[in-house]
């Protein structure tokens, strides 16, 4: 089924999808072109997925079209912005029409959810891979970065940490228990755009995790020039996570599995209770406090204390 | 040679290059963000190019970076927009450092060149392919769109046409007359970013001509619901095109040629003068008009009319 570039993007993507701020100008031009409300900023970010190596081949592309805008969605929600527009960049080996269907169905089925506007991109042929800019709004000063973390804030982190790390490997087994808790956290990450607006004015510095929570929360404290020290037992995990760690006999594993999407950020002590109170209808977890000593520490069950370095490397 | 991501970022790409409007924060957060300035509105365009279809494997990294960002700003360029900032999302199949340092030095090097800040991306593995989406700003209301032709304006091009398209063929044969003016046009297209921004207000529409003259002329047309003649004997070419086409025995050829990135626009009787006089330092060339009837046609050096409609097609 051969159809053309323009074709393919007036069948699929020329669709008016919700807009919280509709652009002036939306696709079909040489550029899109939108208006910023006064008093805000733009917060801008790009992330691709590139098939074996962010997801398996054959993924089920309604799936992949949420998971690559639910990634950039993250980055949105860890500077505590809210999503506005978006660009789509795909290269596919060929116009392959049921694909696309699935792939723009999960793609503006979350960009509705979220009433952001796809504006542009560029559809190419060439081995698949995705990558999408996601634009979103921040009251001006008000974003959330990470390098605001102090001595003495308490470190938290959002849902549950592991559990995509652990769908993935449920994914590459091809297992028959289709669909548990973690193997749809792996498939269908929801980005915490909420939550992240919630914060942002009361939390000190924020990230979200998608390179694993140790190498994220080594990225705030590098930024902050502070160390964290982290209680293992407070960590949530998800059962089928939990039992995984007791197989593996270790204790390191949820640390450095990627594709969690959630928010790892910290809050002063002044600011605790006000948090707290805010956010009762989120499941959010204090997992540690930042130390003037830098570097990352677990302490174990056991008491003993172990640094924490590593993450997902993409070389 | 084994670098991480992040120490690849920091390496060549964390640079401070030239920036006409510095972002509150680049590199270095979840996000980056910037500041609109008041009256202002921001064009958003992204562009994808991928190895063995926009470019030739073991491509001179230098001039794939040039190149990916000159498509970019030529879309801009198209809506008279003027470069501000810059994302880049690079899928390699390894960290090579010297293919990396050629191809920063390649895209920073233009980058600079119109003072537009490189403030976000990603670098994952897999098959070469390089997506930029480039933020220009432009007077609000002030864009240059596809769909203000009107019957009796004027059908300019800027430089000259089929000229990348010959170039191309030149690259595949590796010819030894290397970096004839053909050959440079291909490889290291300038974009007409000046021009866009003098003709804005002047010209009634405008597009980027990236998938050549007929297709993208054909996209001015269709949006403005008009049509157009144009005479074969005003096409500006090279020597080389010239000489290429009485070889082909046809006429039709740099018509459809792709990858030439000149400006093609069209301009109403009124404004025509002022328009030409303030094109007095630039390569500007009218080639027909615009028609009640619609569809393309070219009238060719012994008066005959021929129909005109195919481009460059991805899939």
Aim: proline letters at 4%; one cysteine or more.
């Amino acid at each position: 089924m051969s159809l053309s570039e323009f074709k393919l993007i007036e069948k699929f993507f020329n669709v008016k999808n919700k807009a919280a701020f509709p652009a002036a100008l939306a696709i079909g031009d040489d550029c899109a072109v939108i208006d910023i409300p006064e008093g805000q900023q733009l917060a801008v970010t790009s992330d691709s997925l590139v098939e074996g190596v962010h997801f398996l081949a054959d993924s089920d592309p309604a799936l992949l079209g949420h998971k690559v805008l639910a990634v950039n969605l993250s980055d949105l929600a860890a500077m505590g912005a809210t999503p506005a527009w978006l660009t789509l960049a795909i290269t596919l080996p060929k116009a392959d029409e049921a694909w696309l269907e699935g792939f723009s169905r999960g793609f503006l089925n979350l960009a509705d959810q979220h009433a952001a506007q796809l504006i542009g991109g560029d559809t190419t042929q060439g081995p698949l891979s995705i990558t999408v800019t996601a634009l979103g709004l921040l009251p001006t000063a008000g974003a959330l970065k990470r390098s605001g973390a102090k001595v003495g804030d308490s470190v938290f982190v959002s849902g549950v940490i592991g559990s995509a790390g652990l769908g993935l490997l449920l994914a590459q087994q091809d297992s028959t228990e289709q669909y548990n808790e973690d193997l749809l956290h792996y498939l269908k990450p929801m980005p915490c755009v909420e939550l992240g607006k919630q914060i942002r004015d009361l939390a000190s510095s924020c990230i979200d995790i998608s390179d694993g929570l140790a190498a994220d929360l080594n990225h705030i404290l590098e930024a902050s020039h502070v160390g964290a020290i982290l209680s293992d037992s407070l960590l949530p995990v998800t059962d089928g996570v939990e039992q995984y760690i007791q197989k593996l006999g270790g204790w390191s594993w949820p640390y450095s599995t990627g594709d969690d999407y959630q928010l790892c950020f910290t809050c002063s002590e002044e600011q605790e209770a006000k948090l707290q109170n805010m956010l009762k209808g989120y499941r959010v977890t204090k997992i540690g406090e930042i130390e003037k000593e830098l570097g990352l520490r677990v302490r174990l069950k056991d008491g003993q204390i172990q640094p924490l370095t590593k993450g997902y490397q993409h070389f």
